[in-house]
């Protein structure tokens, strides 16, 4: 998840209207909305398809500006346990949520018995999200998000606009530590988020993380523009300072030659390879910005510019590592996550499923926060349909998130032919053929479903990859 993509679902397609583009930026003044409507009517804009906005009013911009000074201020070294603010959180959070109150002692010194907490992971969202909704958070602003399905199983993810805004704040302190500008005004067009699948949702919006200044998703798939040089033509005359994207969709962009001239390009995919970077940066003279962001914590970190490793970049978040026996351990471990932002899931030693190691040491670069290092991504994939086309895992994703899949490993032979081996949620009938229906229908390749009832449940040795490709590309 790229992190300021505010789709949310239904994902049918629905052409907006400018009046409901103006309705989702309540904040937005006559110029932000003058840059919504530039955006929207350009003669080589594409289709729009949904209606999204950043929702924050007048009030939640001004909390965004002190997230934004906070953050600045809350850098700084880390110990190996969590710190006071994080241990005040935890204790308010257990008290309040209905799931750790079930599985945490009353009265317990959460201090001194930290690492015997217990550990949630995504299948405590998948099967318990209600549970996860603390007692104390007003519901009236929850809107829900589903998480990219290059991450494992989408999952629906209760959300509040204020914390997915402190996204940029996030993403501006990363750029800032490569020298990228991120002051906007109004006018000015901030970033195209870029994606190159068949189908994606697409909108135009502006952003108060970045003074109201235009952003844009957009689909590269050439049936999304109304004529062949539409796509060149939008990016040339918007200019965006920032494009963010997965390294698959920039290498379409490099590809098809357009972009514009950025100022930074900036994924959320850990496995970006080091030549498709070095293209990148050498095509858009400009850096490539690699950062870690889940849609169930936020981004995480973002890599040094010094290299290695990615530094831990929130201020409000305690990371720690665990073993395969789930204790904290100085090596390498699963990166685990308490805190957040997030008032529908606050995060107690949230288990990611990516495995890294943190260390403490000081940085070459100057920043004092520790760094997750070995961070063990998740490799991006395509797979081939019969026809030959290229088809994204966000295409085979928007099939399966149509079912009760709690975890998946889809993967595509050299021969062509795929097998989904999948967990489903217990319980839940559903139709088992269609879903196999579905996928032929979309890779025109043979289909073997395999259900595993203990996929994901055997440990550190279990780590499943959602997506694998043992295609030998040409
Ligand atoms: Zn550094």
Not at 300 to 326: F, K, M, N, S
Request: glycine fraction near 8%; aromatic fraction near 8%.
């Amino acid at each position: 998840m790229n992190g300021i993509d505010l789709t949310s679902p239904p994902a049918l397609p629905q052409a907006p209207t400018l009046p409901q583009l103006y309705a989702l930026s309540p904040a937005a003044s006559a110029a932000s909305r003058a840059t919504i409507a530039a955006l929207y009517s350009h003669k080589s804009a594409p289709r729009w398809n949904h209606p999204a906005g950043d929702r924050l009013t007048h009030e939640d911009v001004a909390r965004l500006s002190v997230y934004a000074a906070a953050l600045d201020a809350g850098r700084g070294g880390r110990a190996p346990r969590p710190d006071d603010a994080v241990l005040a959180w935890a204790q308010s959070r257990i008290a309040a949520t209905p799931l750790y109150r079930g599985r945490v002692a009353d009265g317990i010194d959460i201090a001194s018995h930290w690492v015997e907490l217990p550990t949630t992971a995504r299948e405590d969202i998948a099967s318990h999200a209600a549970r996860l909704v603390p007692d104390d958070v007003p519901l009236d602003r929850m809107i829900v998000y589903r998480t990219a399905g290059t991450t494992g199983h989408a999952l629906l993810v209760p959300q509040d606009a204020l914390a997915v805004a402190c996204y940029l704040p996030l993403l501006n302190l990363a750029l800032a530590r490569y020298g990228v500008n991120t002051r906007f005004s109004s006018g000015d067009t901030a970033c195209f988020l870029v994606g190159s699948q068949r189908h994606t949702v697409t909108y135009p919006t502006v952003m108060f993380g970045w003074g109201g200044a235009g952003f844009a998703k957009l689909n590269l798939f050439a049936d999304d523009w109304p004529d062949i040089n539409a796509r060149a033509d939008y990016f040339r005359h918007f200019a965006p300072r920032l494009l963010t994207g997965d390294p698959l969709s920039f290498a379409d962009m490099l590809e098809a030659g357009i972009g514009g001239a950025p100022h930074a390009l900036v994924t959320t995919a850990v496995a970006m390879s080091p030549a498709l970077k070095s293209r990148l940066q050498a095509a858009y003279g400009c850096p490539v910005v690699d950062w870690y962001s889940l849609t169930e914590t936020g981004p995480l970190g973002y890599v040094c510019p010094r290299g290695p490793g990615y530094h831990w970049l929130p201020h409000d978040v305690y990371i720690e590592t665990l073993d395969e026996a789930g204790l904290p351990t100085r090596g390498r471990g699963e990166i685990t996550v308490t805190g957040g932002r997030n008032p529908y899931i606050p995060l107690l030693r949230y288990r990611t499923g990516d495995w890294g190691r943190i260390d403490f040491a000081p940085c070459p670069c100057g920043d004092p926060m520790p760094r997750l290092m070995e961070l063990e991504g998740r490799v991006p994939v395509r797979f081939r349909s019969g026809n030959g086309d290229r088809i994204g895992t966000q295409d085979v994703a928007t099939v399966l998130r149509r079912y009760p899949l709690v975890q998946h490993s889809f993967e595509q032979a050299d021969d062509g032919a795929c097998t989904l081996t999948y967990r489903a949620l217990a319980g839940a009938a559903w139709p088992r053929d269609d879903l196999a229906s579905e996928l032929r229908a979309l890779l025109n390749q043979t289909i073997t479903l395999r259900e595993d009832a203990e996929l994901g449940r055997r440990g550190a040795v279990d780590k499943v990859i959602p997506y694998v490709s043992k295609r030998i590309e040409e």
